[in-house]
């Protein structure tokens, strides 16, 4: 019975181990172009699937991508359901202490407002942001005379601001502006807000060795020019290392 008991908790062990595995499983959301989305092949595409992929064959890793909604994206992680999160995950204190991060492949981005109308009173508003984003931790945070509403997907905070349930959303720049420029009825308003840490890769806390494999991978990228010259083709606007 104990020796049973000690075998089962091993092989769970290794179950959770991303090193234990042949294929390394890369988690996305595939709903936050330019960062990650599904293609009309209904493939992930987007800067994170052409980073992913490089930064994979960099650490002679073999990797697959799977999709999975952002509420339970950091939760199907540590469960074990995928080995590494790419989607778009802004580094910060909170989520660093239930997962680890990777060493950061992008600058912190600026967040944008958007709106219908440009005398919007932000500050006073209803402000949608999808939920468990830094944003809507700002507004929750630093906006305290604001209304925040939370949404399951940023296609749906946005639809809020149109459909008049929302003053404005607050999201990546990245995100908002290609839906800002076309679409007429759409503007980016007031300033830009930095927040977080800048974004990158997210592993289990017993995944070391596959973390230190990625950030020798995002090191070389950064130290050849290459991950420069892919955030300044694929994020237009965004700050490079």
Do not use: H
């Amino acid at each position: 019975m104990n020796k049973l008991t000690l075998t089962s908790a091993a092989l769970a062990l290794l179950a959770g181990s991303a090193m234990a595995q042949d294929v390394v499983r890369m988690g996305t959301e595939g709903a936050y172009p330019p960062y990650n989305f599904i293609n009309d092949a209904g493939e992930v595409d987007g800067f994170e699937r052409v980073l992913g992929d490089e930064l994979c064959k960099r650490a002679e890793l073999n990797c697959t991508w799977v999709t999975n909604d952002w509420d339970s994206i950091i939760p199907n992680l540590v469960s074990g359901n995928y080995d590494v999160i790419m989607a778009g995950m802004s580094i910060t204190p909170e989520r660093d202490e239930v997962i680890d991060f990777s060493d950061p492949y992008t600058q912190p981005d600026p967040s944008a407002f958007v709106a219908i109308s440009g005398d919007t009173d932000l500050m006073t508003g209803v402000i949608a942001a999808q939920a468990g984003t830094i944003q809507a931790g700002y507004v929750a945070a630093d906006m305290p005379d604001a209304t925040l509403i939370e949404f399951a997907t940023p296609e749906e905070a946005v639809a809020a601001v149109r459909n008049g349930e929302a003053d404005a959303v607050l999201a990546d720049k990245a995100y908002l502006a290609p839906i800002a420029e076309a679409e007429g009825d759409l503007s980016i308003v007031g300033d830009d807000v930095l927040i977080g840490g800048g974004i990158g890769l997210g592993l289990r806390e017993s995944d070391a060795e596959l973390k230190a494999k990625f950030d020798s991978a995002i090191q070389s990228m950064k130290d050849d020019g290459t991950l420069n010259t892919l955030i300044t083709d694929m994020l237009p606007g965004s700050a490079t290392f």
